[in-house]
Structures are given as C-alpha cells and as structure tokens.
C-alpha cells in the first residue's frame, strides 16, 4: 500500500516563474491538506481539498492555488515566484473527518533563484 | 502570530537517558495535540496524539503529559536511542474542517549520543 507520493522531489525555480506541485494520497484518503516547511521551521498550512473544494485556507496569499482531481489527487501551484516561497512543500491526506490522522509524503524541495 | 511555542531547539541526551521538549500553546480552542517526528529528507510522521480530557498518554517508550491549566503539554522519551535522533515537533489543532488543520510548533532537533 503506497503512502502519500509527492513529485517531483526537487525542483529549481527563477524569481517570477510559475511552479506546479503534485501529490497522490494514501489509498482510500479522500482529503488533501498542503503544507509549506521553511528550513529549521515547523510546517505551516496552506489549505486543504475535499471533494475537489477548497475548504480551509491558512494565511497564504492568493499566489498560492490548488486544485483537487476526481481520483483525488491534488496540485498546488504557485505564481510570481519570490525568493521566500523556498522551501520544503508537504502534502498530508487523510479520510474526512476530525478524528483522522493526517499522513505526510516526503515532499517537494523548491528553491527559488 | 505563533500559537505553540516548542522548547529547546535543539537537545542532546546520552543513550539510554530521558528525553523532554515542552511546548505551550495560547487558543484555548485547541482540542488535539500530536507530536510529529521528521527524519532529514522525510516528511513528519505521527508519533502520539492527546486530547485535553486526560493529563496524561503513553505508548512504548513515548509519554505525553498535558496541563490544560498552564495550557503546556511535553514529550518524554524514555531510554532513548540513537535511531531517536530526529526533528520533533509539537503540533495543535482546533475541531471543524473536513479534516484536521495543524498549527506546528518551530521544531527540536534531538540527538542521542550513543
């Protein structure tokens, strides 16, 4: 059974370039949740998918977009790259519900130039 | 706004020694408290979760003692072991959502010396 698969696994990016992220969850998870992990930091959220909505968002801006697919997979992308967005992208799934615990992949590592 | 505040940032403790990370948080709306651990190049993996209705959750050589009152919650590590240096964090999260959103602390990178 395949856990949370992100890909790629690095990635270099230029300052104002577009850059598109991708994760397939846990079999059976329904519900994705992104994350942005700056170096020597915790993970912070950016928003989560469910039912191919977006259904929470933390304090990103609007730069920053998903989409969610019917077989549940996800994308993040993010435009107008600044040198900040390097980091470490993570991608948590899970089943819905509060009482479901999120499993990380092993994310994407961007570094924006 | 940080909203958990995780201590130390880093640790070293000698194999077979106590390991401890405080962490204290200020919503009163936080309702779950899991502890994550990331080894280099992985994304964070569950160790154990508490809830506030108890003080106190073990399981193996991991234990979370909770004070709702001081609103801190800690992690020991009984015995640690070499393969237990990684990065700890502490995380917090309110209910609602079509699944939990976390809210991290900044992180303790443990090493145990063997």
């Known amino acids: 059974d395949a856990g949370v698969t992100q890909s790629p696994t690095h990635l270099i990016k230029t300052r104002g370039q577009q850059v598109t992220l991708r994760c397939s969850p846990k079999?059976?998870?329904?519900?994705v949740s992104w994350y942005q992990q700056a170096l020597g930091q915790g993970p912070q959220f950016i928003f989560q998918?469910?039912?191919?909505?977006?259904?929470q968002r933390g304090n990103f801006p609007d730069r920053f977009s998903g989409h969610q697919f019917p077989n549940y997979s996800s994308e993040l992308n993010v435009n107008a790259l600044l040198l900040g967005d390097s980091a470490l992208y993570l991608c948590?799934?899970?089943?819905?519900?509060?009482?479901?615990?999120?499993?990380f992949g092993s994310g994407t590592q961007l570094s924006v130039l | 706004q940080q909203q958990v505040k995780q201590s130390p940032q880093s640790l070293i403790v000698q194999k077979g020694g106590i390991s401890i990370i405080n962490c204290a948080y200020e919503?009163?709306?936080?309702?779950?408290f899991p502890w994550y651990q990331q080894f280099p190049g992985k994304g964070p993996a569950l160790l154990i979760a508490?809830?506030?209705?108890?003080s106190e959750k073990k399981e193996g050589r991991f234990t979370i003692s909770f004070n709702k009152s001081a609103k801190q919650f800690s992690l020991h590590i009984m015995d640690s072991q070499p393969g237990d240096s990684a990065t700890y964090f502490c995380?917090?999260?309110?209910?609602?959502?079509?699944?939990?959103?976390?809210?991290f602390g900044s992180g303790t990178q443990l090493t145990v010396l063997p």
């Open positions: 508490i809830r506030p209705d108890v």
């Open positions: 998918y469910y039912e191919e909505e977006e259904r």
């Open positions: 079999s059976g998870h329904d519900t």
């Open positions: 995380a917090a999260s309110t209910p609602g959502g079509s699944a939990r959103q976390l809210t």
């Open positions: 919503n009163t709306a936080f309702d779950y």
């Open positions: 948590a799934s899970s089943w819905t519900g509060p009482n479901e615990k999120l499993f």
